[in-house]
């Protein structure tokens, strides 16, 4: 059994004892609730729960953990599956569909998802899930005490990298980026948005089918952008290396509390880690990923999908509840939430920022969602695995010395083995 193998098995019997527990954990006798299955902890789940309390049967929302896929296999495997599960990878949807754990489901009729989200939930003609939730994932934030004047172009962002890199290296300033490059995800979403810019989107659409060339020219374009800014010397705080052991929440607080760094790039969560760490009252002020152009903004799109499985009448209902463009209201007041609902309108957000960014997804002809997430089987990434490990190893080449010809070759090989072995097309 190969090293990914061990794993894999590892995670699920882990699963299959938190599907033991969690299963055994429901309510009295007679008075089932209807079980929901999330990643979510802490104050994304005590709203999400505010949320399902305005359904008129009783909703226990479980949280999993992160590897939610190794949950619901062994709850599948035990004939105890959830009644819904939420997830942010409509591959693995897809995949779950086509063995038929789910259900179909229709929405509400105030539902209408972007154009570029709404395709992803369907397979041979037939509807899965519904999008509840939406991150917009093409975001640089900055103290606007550090940053009067955020840059415009990608060739912009680079040239004041070099300039505040200079200064850092003198120790005479901060340095200009920090980045949580022990999560590959991270990485993964500098290089999404990058490729969405250079690619376009049929490339980008054909990559995340599976039928594209990872080694094609605009890969490697992508690459080499992510190289000359991330090779910069005195980029990071602590360099290169330090930068592999920095976890994402970490990277935010370089920036917010320690300020060891004037920009961080992430989604719009951000600034939930910003309103707990940030010293004094300065918030971080963000600015769209900048493009080739001022006009060129790629906007990428993360997001949280609720499926029902197979058999479940109460899950087919309390999803297509979610979908209306009501549901989320307990939350959109509280803040900290984007709908992915084009219904949802722009003054039912009281949290500014989401407003700004719900009227950006209602004016994009079409978003780009989130590649990894969407990319199959082990390709998708995990810890130590998939695309993520592979842009680590891409981040450790180009700042480390390695020559950008040589980094690039090595991870476009890298990304091509890997889509074969995961079944893609190319």
């Excluded at 709203?47 to 008129?56: D, L, W």
């Excluded at 060739?155 to 340095?175: I, K, Y």
């Amino acid at each position: 059994m190969t090293a990914a193998g061990r794993l894999r098995r590892r995670t699920l019997l882990r699963a299959a004892a938190a599907a033991t527990a969690a299963g055994a954990g429901g309510c009295a006798p007679g008075r089932r609730s209807v079980q929901v299955a999330v990643v979510w902890s802490g104050s994304e789940m005590a709203r999400f729960r505010e949320v399902i309390a305005g359904f008129p049967a009783p909703v226990q929302a479980i949280g999993v953990g992160n590897d939610i896929d190794a949950f619901l296999a062994a709850r599948q495997l035990a004939g105890t599956s959830p009644d819904v599960a939420i997830l942010s990878r409509p591959g693995l949807i897809v995949e779950y569909a086509q063995r038929g754990w789910l259900s179909e489901v229709t929405p509400a009729a105030s539902y209408a998802a972007p154009a570029g989200m709404a395709d992803l939930l369907t397979v041979d003609g037939r509807h899965y899930g519904v999008w509840i939730k939406a991150a917009h994932k093409s975001l640089l934030w900055h103290p606007p005490s550090m940053l009067a004047e955020p840059p415009r172009t990608w060739d912009a962002l680079v040239a004041l990298t070099r300039r505040l890199g200079a200064r850092h290296r003198a120790e005479a300033g901060p340095a200009p980026l920090a980045i949580g490059a022990a999560d590959g995800w991270v990485l993964t979403d500098w290089f999404e948005n990058v490729l969405a810019d250079v690619a376009g989107p049929d490339l980008y659409e054909a990559l995340a089918r599976g039928e594209a060339d990872w080694q094609d020219e605009p890969v490697r374009h992508a690459l080499d952008r992510l190289a000359e800014l991330w090779s910069v010397d005195g980029a990071f705080p602590g360099g290169g290396r330090r930068a592999l052991l920095t976890q994402f929440e970490e990277s935010v607080i370089q920036v917010v509390h320690h300020r060891d760094a004037v920009m961080v790039f992430e989604a719009d969560f951000v600034d939930a880690i910003d309103a707990r760490f940030r010293r004094g009252t300065e918030q971080l002020a963000p600015f769209r990923f900048p493009g080739a152009r001022e006009a060129d903004q790629p906007l990428i799109v993360g997001g949280d999908a609720a499926v029902v499985f197979a058999g479940s009448t109460r899950g087919v209902e309390l999803v297509r509840w979610l979908s209306d463009a009501t549901a989320f209201l307990p939350w959109l007041e509280a803040g900290g939430y984007l709908s992915p609902n084009l219904e949802v309108p722009v003054d039912h957000y009281r949290d500014p920022l989401r407003r700004r960014l719900a009227t950006e997804l209602l004016a994009a002809d079409t978003v780009q969602y989130d590649l990894s997430d969407r990319l199959p089987g082990t390709f998708t990434g995990t810890d130590g695995v998939g695309i993520w490990r592979i842009m680590q190893d891409f981040f450790m080449d180009v700042t480390d010395g390695v020559a950008a010809t040589a980094a690039i070759r090595r991870a476009t090989g890298q990304l091509a083995d890997a889509a074969r072995a995961a079944g893609s097309r190319r």
